[in-house]
Structures are given as structure tokens and as C-alpha cells.
Nanobody
Framework: ELELVESGGGSVQAGGSLRLSCTAS??????????WGWFRQVPGKEREGVAA????????YYADSVKGRFTISQDNAKNTLYLQMNSLKPEDTGMYYC?????????????????WGQGTQVTVSS
């Protein structure tokens, strides 16, 4: 069973920064997925992809709304995925989920999702 554990959410003022982390088992991280992504969801809207990285290859995807402010990265020794979020805006508020998927494109990010984390809340106040 895929297990992803997120942490790092919280409440910040606009312009602040947060770093989200997502840790997986060694097997899951190394062998079970082709890509990793961060998604966010607000009540009443569909979950949207904000960033993704292709496993092993380093290719990354960012939604237009976060380009230049968010950075996705991996620490392979720790089986951990990160999302560094800078210059946060109130519209970045939402529940953030990490995910492992089977497909990746530079245009759309990580897809064919096989598992989700439990989510971590990010709240940005103006």
C-alpha cells in the first residue's frame, strides 16, 4: 500500500514562505512511481496540480500561477519530496497533497495518480 506522509503546512502572512515535505517508504519512493507531484484543493474546486518532478530525470513542471515562487525538489537519501513556497499569496491558500503517479509530461505534470498523502493545510492571510 502506498503511504505518503506530508508535513510543513501552516498559516503565514502574504509574502512569507513555507516548505512542505512528503516522505514515502523506500520501496515506494524508488520503485513504485514515475513522477511525484504537489496538488492543492480549495473547497468547491477541483484539485489542481501546482508542481511535479519526474523521478530520476529531474524534469519539473509548475503551474503558471506558481512559477518563479515555488520550487519542487527531492532528497533521495531521505525518500522525501519538498515544495518550497516563497512570496506566498492569499490565493495560494488550500489543502496541499503530495502524490505519486505513473505518467509525466512537461506540459501537465504528474498524472495517472496511484496514491495521495493525507494533505496539509496552507493558509495565507493578506
Amino acid at each position: 500500500e502506498l503511504e505518503l506522509v506530508e508535513s510543513g503546512g501552516g498559516s503565514v502572512q502574504a509574502g512569507g514562505s513555507l516548505r512542505l515535505s512528503c516522505t514515502a517508504s523506500r520501496y515506494t519512493y524508488t520503485y513504485s512511481s514515475y513522477c511525484w507531484g504537489w496538488f492543492r484543493q480549495v473547497p468547491g474546486k477541483e484539485r489542481e496540480g501546482v508542481a511535479a518532478i519526474r523521478q530520476g530525470g529531474g524534469s519539473t513542471y509548475y503551474a503558471d500561477s506558481v512559477k518563479g515562487r515555488f520550487t519542487i525538489s527531492q532528497d533521495n537519501a531521505k525518500n522525501t519530496l519538498y515544495l518550497q513556497m516563497n512570496s506566498l499569496k492569499p490565493e495560494d491558500t488550500g489543502m496541499y497533497y503530495c502524490a505519486a503517479g505513473f505518467s509525466y509530461t512537461d506540459a501537465t505534470g504528474c498524472g495517472v495518480i496511484r496514491g495521495w498523502g493525507q494533505g496539509t493545510q496552507v493558509t495565507v492571510s493578506s
